[in-house]
């Protein structure tokens, strides 16, 4: 277990890859298995999803920091209702309306690019957290950076408590006298910290929307509207909306820097990107070549499950070993983009798993695509990336909400330049954005 926290080369995953498809551990008292190929991962989460679609018991992380409000960290009586909701994120019309919403603040990351290019970084947290809050909150962003950085913050505090506490790996130590219960404290502390900022968020909107003046959104239009009304109460119904936006602000953020990274590694692979499909291709290499989920969250077996030939019991946490998944491939450590040009690079999910897979699939993989797309492409056309110091592509530092590896950003050329400026006059975006003294 300390093994596995202490390792950010990931060393570890592929050693545990290397006893075959599958690899059994006991940590503490869960058994997961390690799913360590792409074959057995479509076999198992993809097929055998409605087996697969626990979640083990996580009294620290799930019930003392989340409030059991976090769906990914819940079992299946937890999380039916919530994804019943979230759902509509995934629809068709919903994703042609995020669509335009994408384009605009795509246009003003291009404008802030240009004028702070030394803030690239938050650049891509903004625009990441913009897009998802105009999807659940409704409304344009106005949050100051210091609020972004705020929740950026206590979400990798709160996400990092996953697997951090003894307790969860031994989760029967919840059923001892609650005066024996000496972790409580820590974790509460961050708990509080959580819930008031994620009220800080909640509550405006949801007055708003009780007053009748707030304009479109998840919240308003699916999670809180009568006829879809999600029925859990309203901290449930914060932790539904905050969870989306936590979710996918952070792993855009983090997709965006891999690529700024690979931009550093492979710049010549980032003048050739004028075909579409090759632009898809990319962003399934840039989430295969740095994984950000070195493990996907345990889907555990609610019944006992046969399997060629292995028997495994209910109650185990099947686990995609996202290192040695995505490094099943030739020349593991290149970035290349075309090994994924197969027919099926315009579908993130196929044959990646870094969305999860079955029962439990990202809601917003759809949408991390396009926006994922849309941002590299323009990036790529205007941006040049160069190192400004000394960096490794290991080291994402994705937890530092200061700059995470130095990069120097040059627009390349005045015309790009000139393009940028207009296209977000044009939109709206340059005097809101620049009116204001900070990011
Ligand atoms: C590069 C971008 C992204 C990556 C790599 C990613 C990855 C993941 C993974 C691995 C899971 C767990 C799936 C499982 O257990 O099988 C997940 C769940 C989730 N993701 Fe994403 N995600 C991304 C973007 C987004 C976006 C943009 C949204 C917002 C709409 C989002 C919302 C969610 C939510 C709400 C869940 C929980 C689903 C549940 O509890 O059933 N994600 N994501």
Redesign the pocket.
Known sequence: MHSIRKDPDHEMHRDLAKYGEMTTLHLGSKTWILLNSQRVVSEI?AKKGSLTNGCSPMPVASGIVSRYG???LLPPSG?TE??RV?HS?LSGTALRQYAAWQELESTQLLAEYLFQPELWYRHHYRY?NSV?HR?VLGGRLVKTGKELADLQDVVTHSIGSIGSSMVDWFPELESLSKFLHLWRAHWEKLAVWNYNLYRSWWVPVREQINAGIAPPSFVRDVLLHDDTKFTGDDQEAMYVAM??IE??SD??R??LNIFAMASLYHPDVMTDMDKMPYICASIKEV?RWRP??PF??D?VLTSDMEFEGYHFPAGVGLVINGIAVCEECEDPDIFNPERWLDGHETDAAHGLW????????????R??QR??SLNIACLVMCYDYAAAGSYNSHRLNHHSTDEPFPVKVTVRSEEHAKLIKEDATRNGVLETKWGRSEI
């Open positions: 989460i976090r769906s990914l999380w919530k994804r979230m994120l990441a998802v999807i969870q989306i979710a996918g792993t855009t983090e997709a989430l950000i989920f996907t969250p889907h870094q969305f999860g897979g079955g029962r439990h699939i990202c809601v917003g993989y949408l991390a926006g994922l």
